[in-house]
């Protein structure tokens, strides 16, 4: 259920309001279709190297093997640094969302709240953390399915005031914005690159599974099985979602503005008050709100975790190797949730401008790592092959590949160089705009061409690649899945 929940977040519940806002709805949904087929190819990229080799670390150690420990020097601190500036976006968010109902109180109050949520949960351990995420989860599920098939009622005209809607808001206002008033193609292109940029936030995450490759069981028959299901989440969780937004919302509803100061509810909950369905608006927010708490939580694990691991492979201060009696990294926790407090910038500018200028920094972290995963599979393969291995000696395998991994490097790259492009058109300067998207591009090569000077280690050549080390204890954990004795457990076992 956790890896099922794992991919939806506030990405999807509140950050394609701004989305539907500056491309219109079938900009919306070709700018997550077309984020989305990088994050299959990601998955299915990552999904070849991690079920042959399920290492502690994941691809951040994969890194270290098949390119130069430099590359897993920049890859692993800019995954620390990706979910880092994660954690403050879910809190402006849950400030966000928490205003639908107490839009006069100050945000601080929230964001404190949640904040006291998230790290008591990753301070309680790791049964905790596993129980609550698993809750969580169940709720995200629950709660999308439902609006999906709400959605799709009140747009047939099911709803209290049975307004059959259609496709009426592709047509009036329009199917596309034209970003910022500009006219023709260029206004369409720049308000769709807008909408890629925020649906890579909300897709970004996905490749975390990797990290615990090597905790979990039958990690061989386990993994390629949950790689070979992302799809069906693609489609359900993100295309139907946005879809239904798209269907349900007009792009100039003036509550889509994140950045203002009135804009306190996700596009879901706009479209059921637009329906007149009492009581529920206030019941979505609130599972809404969960999503958030939830978000920010993992957030922090994994940060934490990342900064632990920089710690026990020298790319870190020792200090971060301090655990508690029970096995607890409390000095990676405290570090990483100290970065929380850049949320209560959300205290003298609007909770949604923040939360944009989060996510926005998460997403080109995200990108980064995608292209860091592109890379590894490259010369991964080009070793694999070069040792007189054959693809079909894999656990799983694509045949996509490796075109489905340079659509990765190259449509990361593409994304990010396009990702505040509107900067640079006349008098659409925004300094915020440009260092919450372009710096971070910047932090990887800096932090790759630092660790060459110092370490001066080569690339590894394709011949010396060590494919074998570990693989005598993988396949000892190798074993035939267990058969359902029902068709309940059957169903399960496909499900999980």
Not at 22 to 30: A, E, F, I, V
Request: hydrophobic letters at 50%.
């Amino acid at each position: 259920m956790i890896s099922i929940g794992g991919v939806i977040g506030t990405g999807l519940f509140l950050g394609t309001a701004s989305a539907l806002m500056n491309g219109g709805p079938l900009g919306l949904l070709l700018g997550y279709m077309f984020i989305g087929s990088i994050c299959y190819c990601v998955m299915i990229t990552i999904g070849e190297m991690i079920s042959y080799l399920p290492v502690a670390g994941g691809h951040i150690k994969l890194a270290e093997r098949f390119v130069d420990p430099a590359f897993s020097f920049a890859l692993g601190w800019n995954l620390w640094y990706n979910w880092t500036v994660t954690l403050p976006a879910e809190l402006s968010a849950a400030a966000t969302i928490i205003n639908f109902w107490h839009p006069g109180v100050s945000n601080a109050v929230w964001i404190t709240m949640c904040l006291v949520v998230a790290v008591g949960i990753n301070l309680s351990g790791v049964g905790v953390y596993g129980e609550s995420e698993f809750i969580f989860a169940s709720i995200k599920v629950v709660t999308i399915v439902g609006l999906i098939i709400l959605g799709i009622v009140l747009d047939l005209g099911g709803g209290p005031n049975h307004d059959r809607i259609g496709f009426r808001y592709w047509k009036d206002p329009g199917p596309f914005v034209q970003f910022h008033g500009i006219s023709g193609m260029t206004g369409r292109f720049l308000g769709w690159s807008r909408v890629v940029t925020q649906a890579a936030f909300a897709y970004v995450g996905s490749e975390v599974v990797a990290m615990a490759a090597a905790e979990a069981k039958n990690p061989r028959r386990t993994l390629p099985k949950a790689i070979r299901r992302v799809y069906i989440r693609l489609l359900l969780f993100y295309i139907g979602g946005v879809l239904v937004i798209g269907l349900l919302v007009p792009s100039n509803n003036p509550l889509l503005n994140v950045n203002s100061n009135n804009a306190s509810a996700s596009p879901f909950v706009i479209a059921i008050n637009q329906a007149g369905i009492k009581g529920l608006p206030a019941v979505i927010n609130a599972a809404l709100l969960t999503s958030a708490w939830s978000a920010a939580s993992s957030d922090l694990y994994i940060a934490s975790r990342g900064l632990y691991g920089l710690a026990a492979s020298g790319n870190a201060p020792k200090v971060f190797l301090r655990t508690s009696r029970s096995g607890l990294p409390y000095v990676a926790v405290a570090t990483c949730a100290s970065f929380s407090l850049l949320s209560y910038m959300a205290v003298n500018t609007s909770s949604g401008m923040v939360f944009t200028w989060f996510s926005s920094m998460c997403a080109t972290a995200g990108l980064t790592t995608w292209f860091g995963i592109g890379v590894i599979y490259l010369r991964f393969r080009k070793g694999f092959l070069a040792q007189g291995h054959k693809t079909l000696d894999l656990p799983y395998s694509s045949r996509l590949q490796p075109f489905a991994a340079w659509w990765v490097v190259g449509a990361s790259l593409v994304t990010l160089f396009f990702s505040a492009w509107e900067v640079f058109l006349r008098d659409g300067w925004s300094t915020a705009t440009f260092m919450t998207n372009y710096l971070p591009m910047m932090l990887f090569p800096v932090l790759y061409g630092i660790a060459k000077i110092l370490t001066r280690a080569p690339l590894v050549k394709p011949s010396e690649m060590d494919f074998h080390s570990g693989i005598a204890e993988i396949e000892a954990m190798t074993h035939a899945d267990v058969r359902p004795r029902n068709a309940v457990e059957a169903f399960w076992m496909w499900l999980m």
